[in-house]
């Protein structure tokens, strides 16, 4: 019998799982309603209520792709119980997955060195905390951010001097250690293009890329990472047409329950300074598996909505960043000169999915020619170039609050109008996005117009012009970059770590 991972390649290099949609799901069916693309798109957006929907799209997307192939697991060699799947369909290859690996128990009492490493890593914790206490007073930048290219354009933060000085603590001292138990796809690896690309980039970025953040030595980890994917697992564990989540919490109460039993780490702090992070929508489902996850530990997720659970003192809302095939779209990469004229007032073309959009198209669609709002996008009408040509792009919440259309808008420099409610912004606990943004109440849709034409022409340069510095905090680079979306969403945990917050 094979190794798992010699049938399943990782998802990240070779792409294998992944169908290239040029369109995002959500827009999909603005452009394309009886093509084939329907029937690609397996990827699984929307509310549970949708499922039976996506369910149906799942099964339909065996152009090769195995969505379902889990047979009975083993038994970790512990005793302790990993996933049981039968009835699987598609596992023609009949793999037995061992889905943890045998890595050895630390259960010794802590030596006197691991308890000197305990104290010297508090006391270093302590010395950040209080320099960033000094920078928030002082609003003095660290060295380290003087001596590179960045003129940090201050009104799009918080606190400038509080998050340099807590960057700066970051990029000094900050380890990760990421627990080796579990096996690709779904632990070590996840998807690195389309919706859900950032849980894949994450997790490669913190395995493979940078290594400044990662340490080897559990005990000189300021936080421990469960590198799963929850995407993966609805690709590979959700059983089609069963609209059910078990398979999924049940690999990751498993997941917590092996490295709780195997390492002292999670017990000493009930999972407090563990992360997650999930963009997939059912992210917060997902981790209710473990009641410690779900309340103690730190969850970055894309679905941030304050409703269902997301706790902005411990949980950081992470940007979803939609890369068609991998990669930005090049018409989004150099947007226009600051200053050219924009022919459009405001633009949105998607889906009427959720709360919200219905009262968007119903107030504004097809009703003013200054207020570009469509279901269906026009044929040979390019949705990019609209982004580019409005000055406000329309972010409504679907079935989720999150929408990849909120950094879509940021890489347009189209000013991004938040239509939503108890959506966490993501990155707001150090980004001002009242400085590049403007948001609306979903009450106030009927009065769209007049509120963004009662914007002046100097507050909306000035919101485009903060959006421009605010771009680089979205990027995704591959390696990634200083002050990109990968160190950003770290920098957040780092705060939570610290047990800090920037305002
Ligand atoms: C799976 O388990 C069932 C019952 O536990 C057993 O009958 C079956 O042979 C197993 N299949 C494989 C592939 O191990
Ligand atoms: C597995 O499939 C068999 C026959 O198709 C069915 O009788 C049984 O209820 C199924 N079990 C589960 C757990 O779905
Ligand atoms: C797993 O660990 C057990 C107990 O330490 C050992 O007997 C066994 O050989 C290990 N298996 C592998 C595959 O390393
Ligand atoms: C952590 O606590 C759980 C539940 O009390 C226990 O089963 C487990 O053995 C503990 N882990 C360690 C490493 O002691
Ligand atoms: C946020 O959560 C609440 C409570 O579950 C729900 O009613 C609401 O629809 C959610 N928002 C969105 C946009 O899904």
């Given at each position: 019998m094979g190794s798992f991972t010699a049938f399943v390649p990782s998802i990240c290099t070779l792409?294998?799982?992944v169908i290239v949609l040029m369109l995002s799901a959500d827009y999909l069916s603005s452009f394309a309603?009886?093509?084939?693309f329907d029937m690609l798109q397996f990827r699984i957006v929307g509310s549970l209520s949708d499922l039976q929907n996506r369910a149906a799209l799942l099964t339909e997307s065996s152009d090769g792709v195995i969505v379902n192939r889990f047979t009975n697991s083993t038994a970790a060699s512990d005793g302790v119980t990993v996933n049981h799947f039968t009835n699987?369909?598609?596992?023609?290859?009949?793999v037995t997955v061992?889905?943890?690996?045998?890595s050895t128990t630390v259960k010794k009492k802590s030596s006197p060195s691991e308890i000197d490493k305990r104290k010297e890593l508090n006391q270093g914790l302590a010395r950040s905390r209080a320099s960033i206490r000094k920078a928030a007073l002082t609003q003095k930048f660290p060295s380290i951010i003087k001596n590179e290219d960045i003129v940090p354009?201050?009104?799009?933060?918080?606190?400038p001097g509080a998050f340099y000085q807590s960057y700066a603590e970051m990029e000094r001292k900050f380890k990760v250690y990421v627990y080796k138990e579990g096996e690709p796809p779904m632990a070590h690896d996840g998807p690195c293009?389309?919706?859900?690309s950032i849980e894949g980039r994450f997790i490669n970025e913190l395995e493979h890329g940078t290594?400044?953040?990662?340490?080897?030595?559990p005990e000189r980890a300021h936080i421990y990472f469960l590198p799963f994917s929850v995407t993966s697992m609805v690709e590979?564990?959700?059983?089609?047409?069963?609209?059910?989540l078990v398979p999924l919490k049940q690999y990751v109460a498993d997941y917590v329950k092996v490295v709780s039993t195997r390492h002292p780490f999670w017990n000493r702090t009930s999972g407090a300074d563990h992360f997650m992070l999930a963009c997939h929508d059912w992210g917060p489902l997902v981790s209710e598996a473990n009641p410690q996850l779900y309340r103690r530990s730190i969850r970055g997720l894309?679905?941030?909505?304050?409703?269902?659970?997301?706790?902005p003192q411990k949980d950081v809302s992470i940007p979803e960043i939609h890369l068609f095939g991998g990669y930005l779209p090049t018409k989004l990469q150099n947007p226009p000169p600051l200053t050219e004229p924009r022919p459009h007032l405001a633009f949105f073309a998607g889906?009427?999915?959720?709360?919200?959009r219905p009262i968007l198209l119903d107030n504004w669609k097809g009703r003013d020619?200054?207020?570009?709002?469509?279901e269906y996008l026009p044929e040979g009408v390019d949705y990019y170039s609209f982004m580019l040509q409005s000055k406000y792009c329309l972010c409504p919440s679907g079935?989720?609050?999150?929408?990849p259309r909120v950094v879509e808008s940021i890489y347009a420099e189209c000013i991004p109008v938040i239509l939503s409610k108890k959506f966490v912004l993501p990155l707001s606990d150090v980004l001002r996005w009242e400085s590049f943004s403007v948001q609306v109440k979903v009450s106030d849709i009927p009065r769209l117009k007049e509120v963004l034409t009662s914007i002046s022409e100097e507050k909306y340069m000035k919101l485009k012009k903060n959006l421009r510095a605010v771009r680089k905090h979205f990027m995704l680079n591959k390696p990634a970059e200083r002050f990109d979306a990968f160190h950003m969403i770290l920098h957040s945990i780092w705060l939570r770590r610290l047990n800090m917050r920037l305002s």
């Open positions: 792409a294998l799982i309603s009886h093509s084939s699987s369909t598609a596992s023609s290859d009949s061992n889905h943890f690996t045998n354009q201050r009104a799009i933060y918080r606190n293009k389309e919706m859900y290594t400044r953040f990662r340490t080897s030595d590979y564990l959700y059983r089609p047409l069963t609209y059910d894309c679905n941030a909505n304050s409703s269902e659970g997301f706790n889906g009427v999915h959720g709360p919200i020619s200054d207020m570009k709002v469509y079935y989720e609050v999150a929408s």
